[in-house]
């Protein structure tokens, strides 16, 4: 590992950057992308590159990405690689290289686990970054350091998962930050090789999820203050009702965590931090039939989400529950009580990677406060249309 500064030569306060090679990896000429640079997630394979996954512990190889690969081939240049929190099993930016800092508020988390990916695009220091997303991972960071985050379908070809170390192979995505709509439908119409056409507000079905005590009051003013601009719009808004599934999420997602990293388990010290040690080590003891009714319950979770959907063209929804908590903050006082920082985040992101439906993150008037747009299984195109819409009607871009 090399001891990184920023692609432009600046220090690196934010310890935002795990990997700047001696140069980038140019991109093709004259290609749909040519003139944009972007950061790598340290779960992506590069050619050529080290891949650590913010841990000091050993990690398997997952290969080279072809995303990574294809958006070379696009035009748009690679310059390094970022950190993450640890393996990407947590939502604030813990890692075994010190963690990663706020872009502009020291002392306060940048979210995670893409933390480096919204710190470079935050402080403008490549294009548009490469993230993951297995339970808000993309857009939680995304909601705290002021930048958009989009989450696509489960699987949708554009965006493959293959050549990234997987932390949950059945909720993991991949997927872009950049610092505004246009520029991640630029380069999702770029992998996509179709126009993504905007999308108007007006006659939009929206359902507003925004759970009594679940967020502070400014989380909540931002929200209301986004569908009173989608229904000075032309959009309906109704509150819908949804639960909590981290019951299903947290025993498939640790559980096949513990898989991934089965070998280094077999040390008693492997080198991850204790949190995450503990993490791996409560999903490897998990019982078939624990996973298998974690499972079932997503299922029925899941019919809840597409009879929603149904009803609703979009779903409207806080991406964080306060704004960004100071660093080593582990519980957060909400109106409904003090509450686990872990469980207040992930209640809110976690259903709809679970569920794999698509979703950008949104800033709002309030600094460092994310919404959620949450549109119906494979209507990426369309929610990246409305999202540039809602993006004009706010001016946040």
């Known amino acids: 590992m090399t001891d990184p500064v920023s692609p432009t030569g600046w220090p690196d306060p934010q310890r935002a950057w795990a990997f700047i090679p001696a140069s980038p990896q140019p991109g093709a000429p004259h290609g749909p992308l040519s003139g944009l640079t972007f950061s790598v997630k340290d779960l992506f394979g590069v050619a050529g590159w080290p891949l650590r996954a913010s841990t000091r512990a050993p990690v398997p190889d997952p290969g080279v990405s072809p995303l990574v690969e294809r958006l070379l081939a696009l035009g748009a240049a690679a310059v390094g690689k970022t950190h993450l929190h640890e393996i990407a099993l947590g939502i604030t930016g813990a890692n075994g290289f010190g963690g990663t800092d706020h872009p502009t508020l020291p002392g306060r988390v940048p979210g995670g686990s893409s933390s480096g990916a919204a710190v470079s695009v935050a402080l403008e220091q490549v294009t548009f970054a490469l993230g993951t997303d297995t339970g808000g991972s993309i857009r939680v960071p995304a909601a705290w350091c002021g930048v958009v985050g989009f989450k696509p379908s489960k699987d949708h070809p554009a965006w493959p998962t293959a050549g990234v170390l997987p932390l949950s192979v059945t909720c993991d995505h991949a997927g872009p930050l950049a610092r505004d709509v246009a520029t991640v439908t630029r380069v999702h119409e770029a992998l996509t090789g179709q126009p993504v056409p905007a999308a108007p507000l007006n006659g939009l079905r929206v359902g507003l999820w925004l759970p009594d005590g679940w967020v502070t ?117 909400l109106p409904g009580g003090p509450t686990p920082l872990r469980r207040a985040v992930l209640r809110l992101t976690a259903p709809f990677s679970l569920l794999g439906v698509p979703v950008v993150a949104l800033p709002t008037r309030t600094a460092f406060v994310g919404a959620q747009l949450i549109a119906p299984r494979g209507q990426d195109d369309r929610l990246l249309g409305v999202a540039r819409t809602l993006e004009r009607a706010l001016g946040t871009a």
């Open 217 to 333: 009051a400014n989380v909540r003013a931002a929200l209301l203050d986004v569908a009173q601009t989608l229904h000075q719009e032309g959009a309906t808004v109704h509150s819908v009702d949804f639960p909590e599934v981290l019951d299903a999420y947290s025993p498939i997602v640790l559980s096949e965590a513990a898989q991934v990293h089965h070998a280094a388990l077999n040390d008693d010290d492997p080198g991850f931090l204790p949190f995450t040690l503990a993490s791996l080590r409560q999903g490897a003891r998990l019982t078939p039939e624990e996973v298998q009714a974690a499972h079932a319950r997503r299922a029925d979770y899941r019919t809840a989400l597409d009879h929603l959907l149904t009803q609703y063209d979009l779903l409207l929804a806080p991406a964080v529950p306060t704004p960004p908590p100071a660093q080593g903050q582990d519980e957060v006082s």
